[in-house]
């Protein structure tokens, strides 16, 4: 599977920001990640294909997450970003085939947080 991701740049404190992510093919989770300079890799959000979401707790309460299964695409917007948003953003998916998780990862996309 193959993730392409677009949206992000340059986004003012306190706007929103959006990506999108389009798969090659079907997966049972979609997910955003994000790594920040200096920090850990994280979650920010991810659905799995019944519509069960979880959210990371840094962006809970402001964050929606969505799917598109018939374009195999997953949508992440953030209301009310700060600087600490900032970070280069990951989509993921993963499936499952004969009992096993296969995950991919898409190339990053840079989002950030400034005036």
């Known amino acids: 599977v193959q993730l392409q991701a677009s949206g992000g740049g340059l986004v003012q404190p306190g706007g929103s920001l959006s990506v999108a992510c389009v798969a090659s093919?079907?997966?049972?989770?979609m997910a955003w990640y994000r790594q920040a300079p200096g920090k850990q890799h994280e979650l920010v959000a991810k659905?799995?294909?019944?519509?069960?979401?979880d959210y990371g707790d840094s962006v809970r309460g402001r964050t929606t997450i969505s799917r598109d299964s018939d374009k195999n695409a997953v949508y992440l917007q953030i209301n009310n970003v700060k600087p600490e948003d900032t970070a280069v953003y990951y989509c993921?998916?993963?499936?499952?085939?004969?009992?096993?998780?296969?995950?991919?990862w898409g190339e990053g996309t840079q989002v950030t947080v400034s005036s």
């Open positions: 093919g079907s997966a049972f989770i």
């Open positions: 993921n998916a993963q499936r499952i085939r004969d009992g096993r998780v296969y995950t991919y």
């Open positions: 659905m799995n294909s019944a519509g069960i979401t």
